[in-house]
Every structure is written in structure tokens, then in C-alpha cells.
T-cell receptor, first 110, second 113 residues
Framework: RKEVEQDPGPFNVPEGATVAFNCTYS??????FFWYRQDCRKEPKLLMS???SGNEDGRFTAQLNRASQYISLLIRDSKLSDSATYLC???????????FGTGTSLTVIP | NAGVMQNPRHLVRRRGQEARLRCSPM?????VYWYRQLPEEGLKFMVY????????ESGMPKERFSAEFPKEGPSILRIQQVVRGDSAAYFC???????????FGPGTRLTVL
């Protein structure tokens, strides 16, 4: 079983739409959670860390559900510039290994 | 604080040559990770190093590939006798700890002719 599972999409949404991505992880000992964004032919960039209490940064909201072992990313009022691949990442701290989902492709359509 | 630096950004090699990729982590980061990304595919973990030690090389091919992170200087990913299938983007990332996440360099795009 993969450490991290993500729906690869693609998600094609109109500008202004709200879109949500989910990601599940298999190891209950996981301690740190992140969402990354990767544009075509660029390096992944840290979008948000995800905390148990949930966190919000402008149009982006990340949530963690430890009981069900999933993390989510909500994007409100989608912009064309949000088009990218979104990667969820989990760290167990023990061994300091990071586990990546395969990424979810988002295209925001004018 | 400069970000993670990688060089060269683009590298062209003929089959059978050696490729040497360099990564300088962010200041204060002692954990370095190498990933490979083939076109239209996801990131594949290769190796995780701390200063002078390989911590996890479970993603590294058994032959032709090696990595080091010496006490002084950048981390090096070395590919000997390159083949066309080695053509990919190689990303290095550094971290001060698991809680802080990973910070990626711009990558080295290797093309094997």
C-alpha cells in the first residue's frame, strides 16, 4: 500500500470556482503534513503546512483529519494562475523521510 | 538566505559519459534529498543524506548511481555511464527538520544523447 494516495485528476474548473483536493496517508505515526505546488517544468514549492486545527492563507484552506488519516486543500475563487499540480506530502519524523503523493492536476479555465 | 542551489541547470551528455550534479542546501540545513522526475511523471525519491552520511538510499538504482554529502562543499549526485533512460529532471531539496518541510532547488535537467 502506498504511503500517500492522491486522486491524480485532472480537475478542470472555471474561474471563480471552489475546488477541493483530498489525500490519504497510511501510517498513523505520521506527524507533519504539507501541500506543495508544482508548475510545469519547475520545482515543487511549499504552499502550506497543515495543522490539526486547520489553517487558512487567503483563498487556500488546509485541514487535517487524523482519525481518518486524510488531509485536504480547498481553493476558493479559483484564478487562472492556480493552474498547477498540487502535491500532498507527509513526514513521519522518525527517520525524517518525506512521502509524496503523485499529485493532482488542476486547470482553471477562463 | 539564499535558497537551495543546483548546478548545472542543464546538462547534456552522450551515452557512456558521466554526469555530476551539484546541490548546495540552504544555510543551516543539514538534510539533503535527491529526487528524479521523468517527463509527465511524479517525483521519485532517490536518496537522503546528512553531512557525510547516507541515511536512506532505497530509491537509488543499485548500479551507476552514487551520492555524497561531504563535510565541506555541496552534495553530489553522480551518474556513471549514462543511458538515454537517465534523461530526467533531478531535484535536490534540503530541510532543517521534518517539521519544516522540504525546500527544493530549481533542478538539473539532464539530457542523454
Amino acid at each position: 500500500r502506498k504511503e500517500v494516495e492522491q486522486d491524480p485528476g485532472p480537475f478542470n474548473v472555471p474561474e471563480g470556482a471552489t475546488v477541493a483536493f483530498n489525500c490519504t496517508y497510511s501510517n498513523s505515526a505520521s506527524q507533519s503534513f504539507f501541500w506543495y505546488r508544482q508548475d510545469c517544468r519547475k520545482e515543487p514549492k511549499l504552499l502550506m503546512s497543515v495543522y490539526s486545527s486547520g489553517n487558512e492563507d487567503g483563498r487556500f484552506t488546509a485541514q487535517l483529519n487524523r482519525a481518518s488519516q486524510y488531509i485536504s486543500l480547498l481553493i476558493r475563487d479559483s484564478k487562472l494562475s492556480d493552474s498547477a499540480t498540487y502535491l500532498c506530502v507527509v513526514n513521519k519524523n522518525t527517520g525524517n523521510q518525506f512521502y509524496f503523493g503523485t499529485g493532482t492536476s488542476l486547470t482553471v479555465i477562463p | 538566505n539564499a535558497g537551495v542551489m543546483q548546478n548545472p541547470r542543464h546538462l547534456v551528455r552522450r551515452r557512456g559519459q558521466e554526469a555530476r550534479l551539484r546541490c548546495s542546501p540552504m544555510k543551516g540545513h543539514s538534510h539533503v534529498y535527491w529526487y528524479r522526475q521523468l517527463p509527465e511523471e511524479g517525483l521519485k525519491f532517490m536518496v537522503y543524506l546528512q553531512k557525510e552520511n547516507i541515511i536512506d538510499e532505497s530509491g537509488m538504482p543499485k548500479e551507476r548511481f552514487s551520492a555524497e554529502f561531504p563535510k565541506e562543499g555541496p552534495s553530489i549526485l553522480r551518474i556513471q555511464q549514462v543511458v538515454r533512460g537517465d534523461s530526467a529532471a533531478y531535484f535536490c531539496a534540503s530541510s532543517p527538520s521534518g517539521l519544516a518541510g522540504l525546500f527544493f532547488g530549481p533542478g538539473t535537467r539532464l539530457t542523454v544523447l
